[in-house]
């Protein structure tokens, strides 16, 4: 199946710093990508919808100026967490999709962030 | 609008026993209907899928899922557990009608634990 590969898998950083996390389709194009933030034993939940060459599309009551997306290339989708608090630790996780397998999203690995 | 329901949060089973990890869903039409599994700091990684065709659909390490529309479920289905099957397992669906690169909806996740 198609890779997506996402880093770090683990980052530490002080309140009030920003941390951007990278999400790349190793093997395929994807003009979406997908960002899901992952709380302890709950389920995904979808933050933004990431678009090549244009603006993300944002979920209801996800801060825009605080979770800022970049998507520049078709391989190459960013999420950057800007002036971090300690709420904003969680487990992030990227998905893109295969247009020509055109059916499942390939998911990373995931990003741990904790923010001290 | 689309959703996914899994009614247990957690499903226990004997090594060598057959596990059932259950998932109903609501489409406004014929779904596409997914199932991945996340181990402990990883990504989600995808099990299988139904798109069309045959009801019962076999996936990666012996998992199958069995279609049935007039109870829209979508259960998952191993006969027989492995103590390496203990993760966390969401269903997920995609509503066919929606065109674009509409994102997956995930059910809450199951929590499977194999007790040898």
């Known amino acids: 199946g198609a890779v997506v590969s996402q880093h770090p898998s683990r980052v530490i950083c002080k309140s009030g710093t920003s941390v951007k996390i990278e999400c790349r389709s190793l093997?395929?194009?994807?003009?979406?990508m997908f960002w899901y933030r992952q709380f302890p034993k709950k389920s995904l939940m979808l933050m933004a919808t990431?678009?090549?060459?244009?603006?993300?599309?944002?979920e209801q009551g996800v801060e825009k100026d605080k979770f800022l997306i970049n998507h520049a290339s078709l391989t190459l989708s960013t999420l950057t967490v800007t002036s971090a608090h300690p709420e904003d630790s969680s487990f992030y996780i990227c998905?893109?999709?295969?247009?020509?397998?055109?059916?499942?999203?390939?998911f990373g690995q995931g990003t741990r962030l904790t923010v001290v | 609008a689309q959703s996914v329901a899994q009614p247990e949060d957690q499903v226990n089973v004997a090594e060598g026993n057959p596990l059932t990890v259950k998932c109903t869903y609501s489409?406004?039409?014929?779904?596409?209907l997914f199932w991945y599994v996340q181990y402990p700091n990883r990504g989600l990684q995808f099990l299988l899928k139904?798109?069309?065709?045959?009801?019962l659909v076999k996936g990666s390490y012996g998992f199958e899922a069995e279609f049935n529309k007039s109870q829209t479920s979508f259960h998952l289905k191993k006969p027989s557990a492995l103590v390496s099957d203990s993760a966390l397992y969401f269903c997920?669906?995609?509503?066919?009608?929606?065109?674009?690169?509409?994102?997956?909806?995930f059910g809450k996740g199951t929590r499977l634990s194999v007790i040898a």
């Open positions: 998905s893109a999709r295969d247009l020509g397998l055109l059916y499942e999203a390939f």
């Open positions: 093997d395929f194009q994807a003009t979406t």
């Open positions: 990431s678009n090549e060459g244009s603006k993300a599309t944002y």
């Open positions: 489409v406004s039409g014929n779904p596409y």
């Open positions: 139904y798109i069309t065709g045959d009801n």
């Open positions: 997920a669906v995609r509503d066919p009608l929606n065109s674009g690169n509409t994102p997956l909806v």
